[in-house]
């Protein structure tokens, strides 16, 4: 769709392409001047004026004066005065079906994130219909109907290898294979909006990287580590999907192989695997919460399956960072916390894998507060919502 908007030249077209630029301006940028926006876009102000006007009329755009609470001014005087978005105007929801749980993140207009909210649930006795319906059951309840009254897109992720057009090829951890994710995502929505699924570590990058400019540059390869262990990869500030929408799944690396017997790096270090030898020297429910209490406590036996998994990490993101030349590591998810107590072995480990010609990545943790994999498909629509594909644009030209 963007490349007929790109080669048509008519004034509808322009003006489309214009309000778009006009909406990423003040998205990237936040509050600017007429002035300064007419400049940005390379137009004169009377040009600019229209294109404000119209985004105006569509609760988009407002003067920076008209958001204040008390219905003042933002500033002193009416000199100064600034463009903003309405961030309120529009919402974007994400939602993730894990193997253990169902998310939900709602953004606005400015990409805020506005909620998120999470429950357990059993997502591999589902089926890939029953999980659906109850993610957007879930969704229902944990959203106010106004969000869905002015949602502009749904994006849905899970743990599976989802090509471009939304078919699931496989999802091994939730027992799905051969099924069209996309149409049951369409068929279940309660609203028209667009909607698009996602492997949830590539929503995970993709959102990680979104509002941080230090993620855009470069190369971040982002890992979800839950019940499995998933990689996405950021080239550039874009999602770097492979050519089946699996690049980054370094959680499929073998670690060893003995006969036909193979084990792969998330058979190594994934939660059940390290819950599973946790279980046999917990003194209490094996839990993550009680192994990162007893590392924390120099619990002998639980600090050698620490130890254990920070070495597989390590030499797992070593052979990575040997072909995708990563500048930074993000880690996500809840076993992510286990990173920390072992930062030190991690790093000591990566410097004795790997060779001195390969410069070390940075590794970060992705901190709490929803920036997970919901929240990155929520991210997801909205930047489809800002550019040329939005569906806003695409029901203007059938209605006229």
Request: with cysteine.
């Given at each position: 769709?963007?490349?007929?908007?790109l080669t048509a030249s008519s004034p509808r077209r322009i003006r489309q392409r214009n309000e778009v630029a006009a909406l990423q301006a003040l998205y990237q940028s936040g509050p600017m001047s007429r002035a300064d926006l007419a400049r940005a876009l390379r137009l004169n102000r009377s040009s600019a004026g229209h294109i404000i006007a119209a985004l105006a009329a569509d609760g988009l755009v407002r003067e920076t004066d008209e958001a204040t609470p008390e219905g003042g001014y933002a500033r002193a005087g009416r000199p100064g005065v600034e463009l903003e978005l309405v961030a309120e105007a529009r919402s974007f929801l994400g939602i993730e079906i894990g193997v253990e749980h169902i998310s939900v993140a709602e953004i606005d207009l400015s990409a805020r994130l506005v909620?998120?909210?999470g429950r357990p649930f059993?997502?591999?006795?589902?089926?890939?219909?029953g999980a659906v319906a109850s993610a957007f059951a879930f969704a229902r309840q944990a959203v106010p109907k106004k969000s869905f009254d002015r949602c502009e897109g749904i994006g849905l992720c899970a743990p599976a290898h989802i090509d471009s057009a939304g078919y699931v090829r496989a999802a091994p951890l939730l027992g799905w294979r051969g099924v069209r994710l996309s149409d049951a995502v369409r068929s279940a929505s309660p609203v028209s909006a667009a909607t698009l699924v996602e492997n949830d570590a590539n929503a995970f990058a993709f959102g990680a990287a979104y509002r941080r400019s230090a993620l855009r540059s470069g190369v971040t390869l982002c890992l979800v580590m839950e019940s499995g262990l998933g990689g996405g990869v950021i080239l550039e500030g874009k999602l770097f999907r492979g050519a089946h929408g699996v690049a980054g799944e370094i959680g499929h690396l073998i670690m060893s192989s003995e006969g036909e017997s193979h084990r792969s790096l998330e058979q190594a270090i994934g939660l059940g695997a390290v819950l599973d030898r946790y279980a046999r020297v917990a003194t209490r429910a094996p839990t993550l919460a009680s192994l990162l209490a007893d590392v924390t406590d120099g619990h002998s036996p639980a600090v050698a399956i620490a130890e254990d998994w920070a070495r597989s990490l390590a030499f797992g993101l070593s052979q990575t960072c040997r072909i995708v030349d990563a500048d930074r590591i993000v880690l996500g998810g809840s076993l992510a916390a286990l990173y920390r107590p072992m930062e030190r072995r991690v790093m000591d480990a990566m410097r004795g894998f790997q060779d001195v010609s390969f410069p070390l990545p940075e590794i970060l943790v992705e901190p709490d507060g929803g920036t997970?994999?919901?929240?990155?498909?929520?991210?997801?629509?909205?930047?489809?919502?800002?550019?040329?594909?939005?569906?806003?644009l695409s029901d203007a030209e059938e209605e006229s």
């Open positions: 769709m963007e490349a007929a908007f909620r998120t909210e059993a997502g591999a006795g589902a089926g890939m219909k997970g994999p919901a929240f990155g498909a929520a991210c997801l629509m909205h930047q489809r919502y800002l550019s040329l594909q939005s569906q806003r």
